[in-house]
């Protein structure tokens, strides 16, 4: 099911802009119709196909969360795992992983948030079955201290990063509390955001490579500790849904009705990643999607890709060294660089072998 837990904003008052010398508005109503940009050209672009000889060093249906110097992190959760996984980006071998499911000491249930310490090669994993947080290494998956954390009941999941902070949305019916963490679990700043109608489609709470993004009305910000700070303004028109729209849809699904066919006429923003000035920002309308880059400087868009596999969350097309193309998906950005998996649609994608991934510059 694409719905995912979230909230619109009826006003905000703690907001910056984010570095950005002015805020782009980017129409995303001027896009629905036009075909896909050819093969996109990029800089340095290396291939890493991952290997592996164990059962545990395949995967399925994993997503990037984070890339430390030459090791890339894997997130996987499916039916009988929820695991973090690391591979050499040099070689493509195997390094070790992050596995502690269970209902014991020290153990979770479900992945629902992992926020890598660079400084220190560390994990944070929030346990919400308790009011505890597991710090692991990455070096050898032993638990290495244990935090703990306020009891926040809340659907929604921790988005951000130890670098900034580790943000905690807490709806309630007077409005939305942020509340804000540090490395160690410590509670650094919160923002109160009066006025909050909650809903299933029309708002934006998720990761941008390390970076927690959030969207109010049209407006995407980035988080920081006390204050929004205000990224882009991504315009929909008449084709933003409203919160009232958005709890008619949420109640129609639950009786039954097809959740694709309800949506098509809106633009939904289901995924974000930007780096250095550029940002992808990936929709949904019409029962496609749409990956497109954008420069932050002035709105202007670099590329457009339009694709119909509902459940990947990005994918643009780019060229090889022998100017064949090659379709990247579920893309991650960090420090300038771009990484997602390849795409291969005569391959098989099951046991007998481990995905490639590919990096680039934009």
């Avoid at 493509?92 to 948030?113: A, D, M, S, T």
């Avoid at 009011?131 to 809340?154: C, G, H, K, W």
């Amino acid at each position: 099911m694409l719905a995912l837990f979230c909230c619109t904003i009826i006003s905000c008052k703690r907001e910056k802009t984010d570095g950005i010398i002015a805020v782009p508005d980017i129409n995303l109503t001027k896009n629905i119709s036009i075909g896909s940009s050819n093969a996109m050209d990029v800089n340095n672009l290396i291939h890493t196909q991952l290997s592996g000889s164990s059962d545990e060093e395949f995967f399925q249906n994993a997503s990037i969360i984070d890339v430390v110097g030459d090791t890339i992190i894997l997130l996987e959760n499916a039916p009988t795992s929820s695991r973090l996984i690391m591979f050499n980006l040099q070689d493509g071998k195997y390094l070790g992983q992050v596995n502690h499911r269970g209902q014991g000491p020290g153990e979770y249930r479900r992945i629902i948030g992992a926020f890598v310490n660079d400084s220190n090669a560390t994990v944070l994993i929030p346990n919400f079955d308790t009011p505890s947080v597991y710090e692991y290494s990455l070096a050898n998956d032993s638990l290495l201290s244990i935090f703990e954390r306020e009891q926040v009941m809340t659907m929604m999941p921790p988005v951000g990063g130890v670098e900034s902070c580790i943000n905690i949305a807490l709806p309630s019916p007077g409005g939305l509390s942020i509340l804000q963490y540090n490395s160690q679990y410590q509670r650094i700043d919160s923002i109160s955001l009066p006025g909050v109608e909650c809903g299933n489609f029309n708002t934006v709470w998720d990761n941008a490579g390390n970076n927690a993004v959030f969207m109010n009305a049209d407006t995407l910000f980035t988080l920081a500790p006390g204050e929004l700070h205000k990224l882009a303004v991504l315009s929909r028109g008449d084709k933003a849904l409203t919160p009232q729209r958005d709890e008619e849809i949420t109640m129609a699904i639950m009786s039954g009705e097809d959740e694709i066919e309800l949506l098509k006429p809106y633009i939904l923003v289901r995924n974000v990643q930007y780096t250095l000035g550029k940002i992808l920002i990936t929709t949904m309308t019409n029962g496609e999607k749409h990956s497109d880059l954008y420069n932050l400087s002035d709105g202007k868009m670099l590329y457009h890709s339009s694709y119909d596999e509902l459940s990947i969350p990005s994918m643009i097309i780019v060229k090889d060294k022998t100017g064949k193309s090659q379709k990247v998906e579920r893309l991650f950005a960090k420090n300038g660089r771009w990484y997602g998996f390849l795409n291969e649609d005569d391959s098989t994608t099951s046991d007998d072998r481990n995905d490639t991934i590919i990096s680039f510059e934009i």
